[in-house]
């Protein structure tokens, strides 16, 4: 593992980034390491550019651990560009970020001198002479070779002939060396954030009627749908906002558990939670506005009918089931409604796992039973299994009679023992009880799963529980 | 036939961890169980494989010597469980005869060698075709499949039966009896078992993870659902399979069919040496006797005839005639070449007249007198063990011609298996129970120290985890079991088993991940414990450098030498120069302990090398022989010899310890007092001897403790004596230094010395040429030539070659010119293009491009190291002229070979400093004639007071000083009590010794410094030896960066220093360490 960045404290005891991680704790034997998440880091960015929106329109990533802010024309709502400055400086010394920044007359000149810069100079275009050759940030081997011949600033280039620089280190060196000076234009990649999908109608007369406003949503989850599929994009989550003429608001919103662009099925969800309101849409004086809001949006592409027709039945068949759990949802709760998957492990009540419908991954295939065997689990298992009394071959044969809530069952016929050892690495000292499962049937044809919680070498005197009955 | 279950029951389908990442427990460990259960028997067959079954029969034979009362009558059968790459279901197979085990082993090389490394296709035709002789236990219950078996080997097919406890085993077994009796194949009582006992089922867990790249928490069905497949005992099998008793009787059955032991494989070495028209026994004698006549002359003195004539019965008894002479068919081979290839023996067979009179070693055992004949010892039953090295550069082409000779069905390599090593295992571990990746990290990487067999709770408390926590402790005790474990097996660095008859019939042969090598699949220890040979043929890079001198000196008129008996080695010029400690580059004293032993050693002949070899070592360190050796060879204390209490003779050690002034020293003066002073007898000591070689087996050394140190004592040896005889020994163990091994080595250490005495320029050549070997990078080597007296000169494209080279100066005396090859990233054949196209002198970078038509990247790299001088351009314009020079040449400007380039005006670039020039040389060529970086720092450091090491090595015994330097070396040898730096500077190097108590305080300094200031005590030691005990470092690597260089400056450091390069002990490597990382020249870590 090697550090992806460092403070300025552990640089100043020389840790530096690429460093195998060893190494460091090798020198510094208390070190705080945390691991290094890059998704976290653009996202952090990605918040300070909204923030910074505040100065300017015209706010650029330059990832992974910087802004750029297009302020020509916007510097005098602050006062003056120090005035920014200041305020740039004050506002993110708050959330404990340091700035280093640069006033430049082209993006790319800002930029380098906010990364490069180490001598101070009267203006800025000495400032850019000074700055060193790395700033054209070439590759590493044609930096060093600027180098090697002795060319170790900006201005040390500039002063040579454009062409020789061309001949030897690109067209592309050149072209950044321009760029720097001012001589070429650098352009800037604002950033722009998606927003959400909005549509709102506002009425000259407040509408007074609950149907009437029912069919403006409507008509508004038409325009948001469209929207969606313009943008390739499905809406899990709508919400409906009321604004009623004498100020009061209300909102009801409606989740899916997959995107969805089926105006049906949004309006349909909106029935159900509007038909269940404990304290139904009242619209007083009338409602002089409403507007429809799509806050979560989800990938999803346009769906094609298969060309011979038809075979889309199954996937109609899952639709209607995820139709039928979002009404269910909608009208219960979202905990409510729960789906239930299979889990890996060898432990009968842990082998499925119960969901809440609208969050659960996609159905996983249940492990197919073997042709010709019976089953070996019954449809429902007692939670917890339950004690019963048993008399059993010792120490590890079939039970012969047990007792189970008060009645007396002779075993006639069974199977097993099926073993299932514990999860050892579950508990503390690596062991754990090992059941012998045994299905029995008793003198009335009926079926029970019963297990015995120990192995005699594990335990001086196991106990027996029912864990299930068979159909 | 009875009905009794006390018939006994033998499990034969039991698997151990030789089918990687399957079976959990090594197969000693099964067999013990199936002895403590009571077993009538036990058959391992691993997966594909039959690399474990020698464990487990060495492991028996052992029991019947140990306990014969109790495995009386426990038989073990070896075989393999075939798993088919078809879908067949697995067979497990076990041969009846020899025969039949021939067609196993043939069966498994065929599905080896048609697959990649490591991986073994088989299908069911295979097996139907190499069937005979072979007992199959087949585990499906595919009707088809029996009938199939059966037809083939009609009544030695078994269908296998087991309980395990899925639920519906009642039901099964009925079937699978149907099934039996319809295929008229009986059932046979099985486990089918992975692990010796129940409590291996979390290991279990834990490599059915590794394998399967999961965790135990998400490996889910994965896992098997119990711990039922464990070895069970006679009665506890006879009840579970109550209603099917036949079923347990039919293992003892099976059991009796077999009568193949490992025993019956004996196999014969290649007979090709011994040419048309003679016996081998008479020819390997006619071989001997020339070669006798003509160096010591007829007639014979009966001294030598003596020897020899011992030496031959005892190898015409033995039967070890042909292996004598196929390694006197190597030697001859190397020594035939043109080139010859340099090569020497080494090992017990240094001790042999018959091997120094075939040319195998070059120690005259009648010249040096050798302690003892250890060479094949009438006690030991046990073949010789003959090591030859090679030139490191050249060994392949010996192998290539043992394969061709002995063509690949006859000759293969030993395989080595690969143990867990700790760090890969805590990874490992620590990712099946689930831990985070910087957990395993961080408890795995430790920059110095390192890991013996166990992970001790320290380095827990060490990486900031608290031992006592459940899921570390977990994490410990998983490390703790999996690190006995094996994980693969890989070719060993060069052991070659040759047979006469097919190699492939007497052991499994693999594929290597080296294209055109096969190894078989056992290992050294497998090869000794059933009596096979193997020669071994190892690279020693010392041996490339000084035939690389020789030929040097051959092209300058110096002289035609060769490794044999030429030299003599009693030149005191040549001990005069060592005595100074000089012996940079020297084979085997070159390191910063060796230099500073040297001085007070003070060799003077040949035996005191042997000496100087084997004493700074871990032996003689822990077991606290140096000192008492050093001051009874300089005469400060008498020499006396520990005497036993009457009536035993108080002159016994003497005939051992004589020669040594009563030190051991030795491995064999060692053994030797094992048998004298504590009794032992000949195999006990021989025991001891290898429990000292079989690193493996660290633990057996202990059992001979109390043996050892209560003999000594009870025959009146002083306890503290005894004491350290001990410690010595398993200080061997760690690496031992028998006095052949130091007898080989020290000719190496006197040639060397020799040459670099003599003709210190083409030694230079000669080392820098074989790089990369040795403690000391190019920057040092260079250095130390200079040092010398010899002129050196910079890379040129106008004068050097590939290599470094020589060159006549005016006065007559040799110069060494440095070759491209110490241009960093530049390539051979770019060297070869301009050495061609050189008719003559290349006037400018592009002629240069032009002509030898370089790309523009070798171009680049030649203006960097600055090499283009002799063209009147120094490192920037050179650099500015070869960046314009573009790939590839126009046609047109070719043919007429005219420089395309138009003329540019002057780029006017600035000149260049010198300080930069020292740095860059650095990056490009990692050494610089033109001066060293503190030159440019001195007057900011004598302004500090900072001495140079010229002023330190002045300075008064005592005085404290500071000095600064570039690092070298830094090391924490032995205990870790002090840790040894080197620090160089534009005058010398000086050595700095800081205690680990103050190492904490100071940490980041030591590891993280390449400029480092030191500040301590001067100390001289009488024989002139100047150590700095530091009590303050200083990290001053920042004063590098203000000299202004565009990078790093990040010189070499010695590939002794421990920071950069870890070490790791002896018995480190051997047990954990790729055959290929292993160097074939074990390194002492340093002691003093």
């Not at chain 1, 899990?236 to 100020?247: E, I, P």
């Not at chain 2, 013996?452 to 490390?479: M, T």
């Not at chain 2, 001990?575 to 004293?589: A, N, P, R, T, W």
Request: aromatic letters at 8%; one cysteine or more.
């Amino acid at each position: 593992m090697r550090i992806a960045s460092v403070g300025a404290k552990a640089e100043g005891v020389g840790l530096r980034v690429g460093m195998p991680l060893a190494d460091a704790r090798a020198q510094i034997g208390e070190l705080s390491v945390v691991p290094f998440d890059p998704v976290l880091d653009q996202d952090w960015l990605d918040r300070l550019a909204q923030g910074c929106a505040r100065y300017s329109p015209l706010v650029a990533l330059d990832a992974p651990d910087g802004l750029i802010l297009d302020i020509a024309g916007t510097e005098h709502l602050y006062g003056g560009e120090a005035e920014l400055v200041r305020d740039v400086e004050m506002r993110l010394a708050r959330l404990g970020m340091t700035l280093r920044h640069a006033l430049g007359p082209t993006a790319d000149a800002a930029r380098a001198l906010a990364r490069y810069q180490t001598r101070p100079a009267p203006d800025e275009g000495q400032a850019i002479r000074r700055l060193p050759v790395a700033a054209l940030e070439l590759e590493a081997e044609a930096t060093t070779a600027l180098v090697r011949a002795g060319l170790k600033t900006i201005g040390d280039l500039a002063s040579r002939p454009m062409a020789n620089i061309a001949a030897r280190f690109g067209a592309d060196a050149a072209m950044a060396l321009r760029r720097l000076l001012g001589d070429a234009p650098s352009p800037l990649a604002p950033r722009i954030a998606l927003p959400p999908v909005v549509a709102d109608r506002r009425f000259a007369e407040p509408l007074g009627s609950t149907p009437h406003a029912t069919k403006v949503l409507a008509e508004l989850v038409d325009e948001a749908i469209e929207e969606l599929g313009e943008r390739g994009k499905g809406g899990r989550h709508f919400r409906a906002t009321f604004f009623r003429s004498d100020g009061l608001a209300r909102s009801i919103a409606i989740e899916t558990g997959h995107p969805t662009r089926d105006t049906g099925l949004v309006m349909r969800l909106f029935a159900e939670r509007m038909d269940s309101l404990a304290d139904p849409l009242d619209p007083g004086f009338g409602f002089d506005m409403i507007r429809l809001a799509v806050p979560r949006l989800e990938a999803l592409g346009a769906s094609q009918l298969k060309l011979e027709g038809g075979a889309v039945r199954a996937a109609n068949e899952v639709a209607a089931i995820d139709e039928l759990a979002d009404r269910l949802a909608t009208r219960l709760g979202r905990g409510r409604v729960r789906r239930l998957r299979p889990a890996d492990t060898h432990i009968p009540e842990q082998a499925q796992l119960a969901l809440p419908a609208a969050d659960a991954p996609p159905p996983l295939p249940w492990p197919a039973p073997e042709a010709g065997e019976p089953a070996t689990r019954p449809f429902h298992l007692f939670d917890p299994p339950q004690p019963i009394e048993v008399i059993a071959e010792v120490p590890d044969g079939p039970p012969h009679h047990f007792r189970w809530r008060r009645q007396a069952h002779a075993v006639r016929r069974y199977e097993g023992p099926e073993r299932i050892a514990a999860e050892w690495w579950r508990r503390r000292d690596n062991g754990g009880l090992t059941r012998d499962y045994y299905r029995v049937e008793d003198a009335q044809g009926r079926r029970f799963w019963l297990f015995r919680h120990g192995l005699y070498d594990e335990k001086p005197d196991p106990r027996w529980y029912i864990h299930g009955v068979f159909a | 036939m009875s009905e009794d279950p006390e018939t006994g029951f033998a499990e034969l389908v039991a698997a151990t961890n030789y089918s990687f990442l399957r079976g959990a427990s090594h197969p000693a460990e099964m067999v013990a169980e199936a002895i403590a259960l009571g077993m009538t028997g036990i058959g391992i067959a691993d997966r594909n494989s039959v690399a474990g079954v020698v464990r487990a029969w060495a492991f028996l034979k052992e029991q019947q010597v140990k306990r014969p009362e109790v495995v009386e009558g426990f038989r073990l059968v070896v075989g393999a469980r075939l798993v088919f790459a078809d879908g067949t279901p697995d067979i497990v197979a076990y041969p009846v005869s020899r025969h039949g085990w021939g067609r196993l082993t043939r069966l498994l090389s065929t599905g080896n060698l048609r697959a990649q490394k490591g991986d073994c296709i088989l299908e069911l035709q295979d097996l139907l075709g190499h069937c005979d002789d072979l007992l199959l236990i087949a585990t499906g219950g595919d009707e088809a499949l029996l009938r199939t078996l059966k037809q083939a080997r009609r009544k030695s097919v078994w269908l296998a039966a087991t309980m395990s406890r899925s639920g519906a085993d009642a039901r099964r077994l009925i079937e699978l009896e149907r099934l039996s009796a319809a295929t008229g194949v009986p059932l046979l009582a099985t486990s089918d078992a992975l692990y010796a006992r129940i409590a291996q089922r979390p290991l279990h867990d834990i490599i059915t993870s590794i394998r399967e790249g999961t965790t135990v928490q998400k490996a889910g069905k994965l896992l098997r659902a119990n711990g039922e497949r464990h070895l069970r005992s006679p009665a506890e099998m006879a009840r579970l399979f109550k209603n099917h008793p036949k079923t347990i009787e039919q293992s003892t059955k099976l059991l009796a069919c077999i009568q193949f032991d490992l025993e019956d494989l004996r196999y014969e070495y290649p007979h090709e040496p011994v040419p048309p028209g003679w016996k081998p026994f008479p020819y390997l004698h006619h071989l001997v006797k020339t070669a006798a006549e003509r160096r010591y002359g007829t007639p014979l003195q009966p001294k030598v005839r003596r020897l020899v004539g011992n030496e031959l019965r005892l190898i015409r008894r033995r039967g070890y005639v042909y292996y004598f002479l196929t390694v006197y068919d190597l030697v001859r081979f190397a020594r035939a070449q043109d080139p010859p290839i340099l090569c020497q023996g080494r090992g017990s067979a240094a001790n042999s007249i018959v091997c120094f009179l075939l040319g195998v070693t070059s120690v005259d055992p009648m010249k040096h007198d050798l302690l003892f004949s250890r060479f094949v010892s009438a006690e030991r039953d046990e073949p010789p063990d003959i090591d030859v090295d090679f030139e490191h550069e050249r060994r392949e082409e010996v192998i290539q011609y043992i394969y061709d000779r002995y063509t690949r069905d006859r000759a293969a390599i030993a395989a080595t298996v690969i143990h867990y090593r700790p760090r890969s295992t805590i990874r490992e571990v620590g990712k099946a129970l689930g831990f985070s990746e910087d957990v395993t990290a961080r408890l795995a990487d430790t920059s110095w120290g390192s890991w013996g067999d166990e992970v001790p709770v320290e380095r827990l408390i060490e990486a900031g985890l608290n031992p006592h926590n459940g899921e570390i402790e977990r994490l410990h005790r998983f490390v703790g079991e999996l690190l006995k474990a094996p994980r693969h097996l890989s070719q060993h660095v060069g052991g070659f088993v040759l047979t006469e008859g097919r190699l492939d019939e007497l052991v499994p042969i693999h594929n290597a991940a080296m294209e055109d090598r096969t190894f078989i699949e056992w290992d050294k220890d497998d090869i000794n414990a059933l009596g096979l040979m193997k020669v071994d043929v190892l690279a020693l890079g010392m041996l490339t450098c000084i035939r690389k001198c020789f030929d040097l000196m051959r092209a300058h008129d110096l002289g035609n030498h060769t490794l044999e008996v030429d030299i003599d080695c009693d030149d005191p010029e040549v001990y005069g120069m060592l005595q100074k400690g000089d012996s940079i580059g020297v084979f085997q004293v070159e390191s910063r302990a060796q230099i500073n032993m040297l001085p007070r050693l003070r060799p003077e002949v040949f035996y005191d090398l042997v000496v100087q070899v084997a004493i700074v070592r871990p032996g003689p360190i822990e077991g606290d022989m140096v000192h008492p050796y050093l001051r009874r060879r300089n005469k400060e204390e008498p020499v006396e010899f520990p005497e036993p209490s009457p009536p035993h003779p108080p002159d016994e050690l003497h005939d051992v310890l004589g020669k040594t002034f009563g030190v051991p020293l030795f491995q064999e003066q060692a053994m030797k007092l094992a048998m004298v002073a504590a009794d032992f007898t000949p195999e006990e000591a021989n025991g001891l001897r290898r429990a000292m070689a079989t690193f493996r087996n660290v633990g057996t050394i202990e059992n001979f403790r109390e043996k050892m140190i209560g003999g000594m004592v009870a025959r009146g040896y002083k306890q503290d004596f005894a004491e350290r005889c001990f410690k010595q020994i398993e200080g061997f163990g760690s690496y031992g230094f028998p006095e052949s091994h130091a007898q080989s080595f020290a000719r190496l250490v006197y040639v060397s010395s020799w040459i670099k005495h003599y003709h210190p320029a083409v030694f230079a050549c000669g080392i820098l040429n074989s790089q990369p070997m040795g403690f000391y990078a190019p920057a040092q080597l260079v250095r130390d030539a200079r040092e010398h007296g010899v002129e050196v000169r910079e890379v040129d494209v106008n004068d050097s070659h590939w290599d470094n080279s020589l060159e006549r100066r005016a006065d007559g005396s040799l110069a060494l010119r440095l070759g491209f090859r110490q241009v960093d990233g530049f390539r051979e054949e770019w060297a070869a293009q301009i050495v061609d196209a050189r008719s003559a002198p290349f006037a400018s970078v592009e002629e240069l491009a032009r002509r030898a038509g370089l790309p523009s990247r070798a171009l680049r790299l030649l203006a960097e190291a600055d090499a283009c001088r002799s063209m009147g351009l120094e490192r920037r314009p050179a650099l500015w002229d070869a960046r314009r020079v573009r790939q590839g040449v126009l046609p047109l400007f070719g043919a007429a070979e005219t420089d395309e380039l138009g003329a540019e005006e002057d780029a006017g670039l600035p000149p260049t400093p010198m300080v930069e020039h020292v740095l860059t040389d650095y990056q490009t060529t990692r050494l610089s004639l033109k001066g060293h970086p503190m030159a440019f720092l001195r007057r900011d450091f004598a302004r500090e007071g900072v001495l140079s090491a010229a002023e330190v090595a002045a300075a008064k015994n005592g005085s404290i000083v500071r000095t600064a330097g570039v690092v070298l070396i830094r090391q924490r040898p032995g205990k870790g009590n002090a840790i040894f730096i080197t620090l160089e500077d534009e005058g010398g190097v000086v050595n700095i010794l800081l205690w680990a108590r103050h190492f904490e305080r100071y940490r980041r300094a030591v590891m993280a410094s390449r400029l480092m200031l030191a500040e301590g005590e001067v100390q001289r030691s009488k024989e002139g030896v100047i150590h700095l005990m530091a009590t303050r470092i200083v990290d001053r690597t920042a004063m590098l960066d203000t000299l202004g260089s565009d990078r790093r400056f990040d010189p070499d450091v010695c590939r002794a220093d421990e920071v950069r390069h870890p070490q790791h002990p002896r018995g480190y490597a051997a047990k954990h360490g790729h055959p290929r990382d292993v160097r074939i020249l074990p390194k002492s870590r340093d002691f003093h």
